[in-house]
């Protein structure tokens, strides 16, 4: 049975900071339809710093109270480190609701690899969960797979994404680790394991001391929320709705302007 307009439910979309724009993004350009909500948790960011068990915590109480307020069709979790902690008890805890996860892009890094050197740019977070450890073992292990946890990188992702000028250096610092020469073969996948990063691609790309894959699994996750959301074939996109809420109650006016430029309300 497929929706009408005036049934149609938002998607919200949740992410630490902003870097979950990139999802948004790609999610708009498929459910052209619906309303979107942006979460941004900037009150708790950055997540790498949280001891797990709190951080878990805080993330279900969120939850709690955004399922009550906003009643969304489905909720994209647009953060590495989110899904891969907090997923399982978000789907034990609202069993009816539909929870669309980031993880990272570890399958097809493999699958694309010529030279079997992939390596995974994320939080600490996500490099030390057993998750994605998980997922090297079940996809990847006829490669060799480095994983680079970077200290620094979403924070200095989040100054730049506002507009800030970012020091080449403190990035390449954060990035190097990636390139690896191993029996005459290099790196050719760098997976970006934290929404945040694709927005520096292009610096990543003019940094890099050889030419890499930079994979971003944004249009994947946008694929797969599109696939769970019900269709409605004379839906009108919603007047009321793509606003953005910030924990802290106070984004920056670069924050709100940003906003702005992806259509959304702060």
Known sequence: MTATANELKPVLVFDSGIGGLTVLREAR???????????????????????????????????????????????????????????????????????????????????????????????????????????????????????????NLARLAEAYIRGDVVDDEAIMTEIEQCFVEMDGRKTDIVVLACTHYPFMANIFRRLAPWPVDWLDPAEAIARRARSLVPQAADAVHPDNLDFAVFTSGAPDFPTRRLMQGFGLKA
């Open 29 to 151: 350009v498929l459910m052209p339809e619906r309303g979107f909500i942006y979460i941004a948790d900037d009150a708790g960011f950055p997540y790498g710093s949280w001891e797990e068990a709190a951080l878990k915590e805080r993330i279900v109480d969120l939850f709690a109270k955004l399922l009550v307020k906003y009643d969304p069709e489905v909720c994209i979790i647009a953060c590495n480190t989110a899904f891969t902690l907090a997923g399982a008890a978000l789907r034990a805890a609202f069993p009816q609701m539909t929870f669309v996860g980031t993880v990272p892009a570890i399958k097809p890094a493999a699958e694309r690899t010529r030279s079997g050197l992939v390596s995974v740019l994320a939080t600490p977070g996500t490099v030390k969960r057993a998750y994605t450890r998980d997922l090297i073992q079940s996809f990847a292990t006829q490669c060799h797979v480095r994983l680079v946890g970077s200290q």
